[in-house]
DNA sequence: GAGTGCCG
DNA sequence: GTAT
């Protein structure tokens, strides 16, 4: 007698491998949803980089963060000596942040409406490059004006641990791995729920080497 | 009004 | 794996 210790798994649809999970009240992983446009995402975020270099912000505690971040949209997240905020200028640069490509708020969209959150419109998006090693400890995203719009994660390149916990600090986060387009979308009762990436491991991807670029929209103003 | 940070 |  053997057991099919398979059986139970959930069955991919029919769309070229996708599917999705839920990974608590709200929350859901769309496995391969951004797989087809990784490409066109890949050229978009090295144009926003062309005009907003990715660099390493400092919290308020004063400790430089390991993940390297920029931004595009009308609002950009940053952290400095002040505290965290969302700033229409680059800091850096006095200028504006880039403006959203179309096929990051497409995709956005397109994410948040599978997810069960239709009518989602980001007005920022918070690029962050990881390299092995680097993590972003657990935190709310919790500096959004508007917290009944969702957050949408898209994953490009190498795999990581996504941390997902409750409303506590305390809360034993799930370890969620997530692979190349890959996204993440948490809102309604998750909205605030603490997340994070564990140390990334060492890996080399077809498409972006050995990077991790993590693409987190919202809903900022 | 601190905090997406570090360590063994 | 965890400890704060």
């Known amino acids: 007698m053997t057991f099919d ?79 965290y905020r969302y700033d229409p200028n680059d800091p850096d640069s006095g200028r504006p942040w880039p403006a959203m490509p179309a096929v990051f708020v497409e995709l956005a969209r397109e994410a948040a409406a599978a997810a069960g959150y239709p009518g989602f419109v980001p007005d920022a998006c918070l690029i962050n ?25 898209v994953s490009l390149g190498l795999p990581a641990v996504f941390l997902f916990g409750g409303a506590r600090r305390a809360d034993r ?3 969620i791995r997530v692979a190349h387009g890959d996204i993440v979308v948490w809102g309604g ?11 990334l491991a060492d890996g080399d991807h077809p498409l972006l080497g050995t990077l991790r670029l993590n693409l987190t929209f919202r809903k900022a103003g």
Not at 5 to 12: I, K, R, S, T
Not at 129 to 153: F, K, M
Not at 189 to 199: D, E, K, N, V
């Open 5 to 83: 210790l398979f059986d139970n798994l959930p069955e991919p649809d029919s769309r070229g491998g996708e599917h999705s999970e839920a990974i608590g009240p709200g929350a859901v992983v769309l496995r391969g949803f951004a797989l087809s446009r990784a490409l066109a995402l890949r050229q978009a975020i090295e144009q926003v980089h062309a005009q907003a270099p990715f660099r390493h912000l400092v919290t308020p505690g004063g400790f430089r963060m390991s993940v390297a971040m920029t931004n595009c949209g009308t609002l950009g997240w940053v952290s400095d000596e002040r505290g």
């Open 189 to 199: 009762p998750s909205r605030l729920f603490y997340h994070g990436i564990a140390p």
């Open 129 to 153: 490059r990881y390299t092995p090693g680097t993590r972003l400890s657990l935190h709310q995203d919790r500096n959004e004006r508007d917290l009944h719009a969702p957050i949408v994660s």
């Open 173 to 175: 986060p799930a370890r």
